[in-house]
């Protein structure tokens, strides 16, 4: 059992910077893919970042590419998410999630997800 607890999310204004970490326990994450995902108010849940067990290889959807980078420290079982150049249609609650994949993962299909953490992009 993996869990995934998010931490980072806040306030902040449009064009602003955020840096989200995500910290895993229970297992090592080290031959885990991951990802970040988010889902505002009365939407559907969106695809955000991916990255493989290495970090060598990384996927981001168009809305958000350029702008958000994920990253991981598998000495530190943590992941992260910098989102730069924010807007207020990046307000939404944010996600982490890991799959036992030495793969990378650009679907919905993750095996244990965060109670995730809130972002509010202010205009």
């Known amino acids: 059992q993996v869990l995934l607890v998010e931490s980072g999310g806040g306030l902040v204004q449009e064009g602003g910077s955020l840096r989200l970490s995500c910290a895993a326990s229970g297992r090592t994450i080290r031959s885990y893919a991951m990802g970040w995902f988010r889902q505002a108010p009365g939407k559907e849940r969106e695809f955000v970042a991916a990255?493989?067990?290495?970090?060598?290889?990384?996927y981001y959807p168009d809305s958000v590419k350029g702008r958000f980078t994920i990253s991981r420290d598998n000495a530190k079982n943590t992941v992260y998410l910098q989102m730069n150049s924010l807007n207020p249609e990046d307000t939404a609650v944010y996600y982490c999630?890991?799959?036992?994949?030495?793969?990378?993962?650009?679907?919905?299909?993750?095996?244990?997800w965060g109670q995730g953490t809130q972002v509010t992009v202010s205009s």
């Open positions: 999630a890991a799959k036992d994949s030495i793969n990378i993962v650009i679907s919905a299909a993750y095996d244990y």
């Open positions: 990255i493989n067990w290495s970090g060598s290889r990384t």
